[in-house]
């Protein structure tokens, strides 16, 4: 069972299950309990443990990914107390201008993140950057996170 779940095929194939029950209204509220049940089957299987580092914080959430997706995932760069984070996955919302559902989807990340110790802001969502990935901000969850703008929030982009 763990080595379905942890395939790029079954991670990619929640995305577009995801996306097409969200373009229900009726099965939208779906999505957040099922991304939240996903990322606690993650956390079951791999067992991580909490971390007090940024750059730990951001090896253990890709670590999280499928193994044999790992080149899509991507630590760009640490700064400070911030580590920036690329998903260079074809989202099936790419495109779309749905930023509030990629936040949905996007929950699942959260969730995983919060659990080994911090908080993840989505900064850019392909589904209305007009990028072919997605820009992620990690902190640990006792930094503050009032400077990062999540990008269904921040109205410049394209």
Excluded at 25 to 46: D, G, H, S, Y
Excluded at 76 to 94: M, N, Q, W, Y
Excluded at 111 to 124: A, D, M
Aim: overall charge positive.
């Amino acid at each position: 069972m763990k080595k379905i779940i942890e395939k790029q095929l079954f991670f990619s194939l929640m995305l577009e299950f995801l996306s097409l029950i969200s373009k229900w209204e009726i099965t939208k509220k779906w999505i957040q309990p099922m991304t939240t049940f996903f990322a606690r089957v993650n956390l079951k299987l791999n067992k991580p443990t909490k971390v007090n580092d940024v750059r730990k914080l951001a090896e253990t959430w890709k670590m999280l990914m499928p193994p044999d997706g790992q080149d899509n995932f991507k630590i760009s760069s640490i700064k400070g107390d911030t580590a920036f984070v690329e998903i260079h996955l074809k989202c099936p919302l790419r495109g779309t201008g749905k930023v509030h559902t990629c936040h949905s989807f996007m929950n699942y990340d959260r969730e995983l993140v919060k659990n080994i110790g911090g908080n993840l802001i989505v900064l850019e969502s392909q589904s209305n950057s007009g990028n072919t990935f997605c820009k992620l901000a990690i902190r640990k969850s006792e930094d503050k996170i009032d400077d990062l703008i999540p990008g269904y929030l921040n109205d410049k982009m394209k």
